[in-house]
């Protein structure tokens, strides 16, 4: 039998069969181009030459003589035109997003200087085992994060909140041995110069002894290294008396070294400085409680405490640190901010008679202390907690602290100095002992006010982490 002759193909039907392997992926790069609402990925560097192809398929697809039937070859590639159409959209909406965002900035930023515009506190629970120390910082990206002591059998752990922008997550870093230890006590939260978090905490191995703990305390430090939480023990200490273990805290200095402010029981302020891989420790005050460290705009450590002295305020020069008084008063742990002015200022509590406790704020200017009073107790019995202190975006300072009157309920106030005179509001409700609490006061990416704090529990309530924050745009949910 004569065989069949062969079958011949022109230019055009070798040139169909040679692109038609790439016109279903090039249909689906059109379909996901045209369904995005955002910037997509860069494409492909060889796709300028498939579509040319394609385009000379469309072409060519009309006068090729077909051997046999054809399939539907469906709607027709995209053009180069039509490409261009779609960058062209996508540029218009990444601009109206760029003004909006401008916009939500402009107006935050004017709700949070503006004083005849009030926002409401919103709260929120993050975890019902939690215990009274906490920290709050805001990460590189805007957004907080907290460190605080907790778990389900109290003061167990260490925990480490992180909010996504969606939800918060929540991951446990260290544990105690059995009760009575502790950990997580005296935490301190911040971010290195990296965008990493890092927390320096106390964790404390106890032995009961005639109705008195004593043991074994040590200063840690865990920082995150991309992955995973790496532990180090920054110093240890053994003493025979009741161990207490007040606020540490923790800040970078310019050359990105961690450096931690602490009080050791019985033996004053310490400060700590990691060099070379290992830790200097060096005396600050032989005498001193409720250490708070920041670094000032030149890069100089400074930490304010209570001291024998009253109010003090210690800075390193050089080699040597060099103490002043702010007052000759106080009676609870100090907290420390650099102004925008780059000059420090100290918020903490002025003691005097039973109920005539005043929250304080010293100032340094020309080389002295102006002093305001912030908020004082009128009722003998009632108390100020501790202060957390912050600079708002319009550069005026901001105090986050506790008031309880008597045996009653507690609550968190919030105090802004609007330049003349300062603003008192109450934050949220709290337990009788919600003076004894640590709050953490930070300012957001918005310029509005966030902080975080401890309830006690009161039945049938547990003890709570609890987060509040002032402004209409913050997205917690």
């Known amino acids: 039998m004569p065989r069949a002759p062969k079958e011949r193909k022109g230019r055009k039907g070798i040139l169909h069969s040679l692109v038609l392997p790439f016109f279903q992926p090039l249909k689906f790069l059109q379909s996901q181009l045209q369904s995005r609402s955002c910037a997509p990925t860069a494409l492909p560097v060889k796709t300028p ?30 053009t180069q035109k039509s490409l261009q159409q ?154 025979g008396n009741e161990l207490t273990d007040g606020p540490a805290a923790l800040g970078f200095g310019p050359d990105g070294e961690p450096a931690i402010a602490f009080m050791l029981p019985g033996a004053g302020i310490r400060y700590a400085k990691l060099n070379g891989g290992s830790w200097d420790i060096s005396v600050v005050d032989s005498s001193g409680a409720g250490a708070c460290l920041a670094f000032s705009p030149q890069g100089s450590p400074t930490i304010a405490y209570c001291g024998a002295g009253g109010a003090m305020l210690a800075s390193l020069n050089g080699s040597e640190w060099v103490i002043s008084t702010v007052d000759a008063s106080c009676r609870s742990a100090p907290s420390l901010a650099f102004g925008t002015d780059g000059l420090p200022a100290v918020a903490y509590m002025k003691g005097g008679l039973p109920g005539e406790d005043g929250l304080t704020l010293a100032r340094r200017f ?89 309830e006690p529990p009161s039945t049938p309530s547990p003890s709570q982490l609890r987060l509040a924050w002032k402004g209409a745009f913050w997205p917690v949910r």
């Open 49 to 78: 030459i498939l579509l040319t192809a394609l385009a000379l398929l469309t072409v060519s697809s009309s006068t090729v003589q077909a051997q046999g039937p054809l399939a539907n070859p469906g709607p027709p590639g995209p």
């Open 86 to 239: 779609i960058w062209d959209k996508i540029d218009a909406q990444q601009v109206q997003l760029a003004q909006l965002k401008a916009q939500n900035q402009a107006l935050s930023a004017m709700l949070a200087t503006s004083s005849s515009i009030n926002l409401a506190w919103n709260l929120r629970t993050l975890d019902t085992n939690s215990a009274s120390y906490s920290s709050l910082a805001f990460g590189p990206d805007g957004l907080p994060a907290i460190a605080y002591a907790g778990s389900a059998s109290g003061r167990g752990a260490l925990n480490f909140a992180r909010f996504t922008g969606s939800s918060w997550i929540i991951s446990t870093i260290d544990t105690a041995g059995v009760p009575p230890d502790e950990c997580g006590n005296g935490v301190s939260l911040a971010f290195d110069h990296d965008g990493k978090p890092a927390i320096c905490y106390n964790k404390l191995s106890n032995v009961l002894f005639g109705g008195i703990y004593r043991g074994t305390m040590s200063l840690k430090l865990a920082r995150f290294d991309g992955s995973a939480w790496v532990l180090a023990t920054v110093a240890t200490f053994n003493s």
């Open 366 to 454: 020309g080389g002295e202390w102006a002093k305001s009073l912030v908020d004082t107790t009128t009722v003998s019995g009632s108390a100020i907690g501790r202060p957390s202190l912050a600079f708002g975006a319009d550069g005026q300072p901001i105090v986050a602290y506790a008031r309880t009157a008597g045996l009653g309920r507690g609550t968190l106030n919030f105090a802004r100095f609007d330049g003349t005179a300062w603003k008192l509001t109450s934050m949220a409700g709290g337990g009788s002992d919600i003076g004894a609490a640590i709050f953490s006061l930070a300012v957001g990416p918005d310029g509005q006010p966030m902080c975080s704090y401890w």
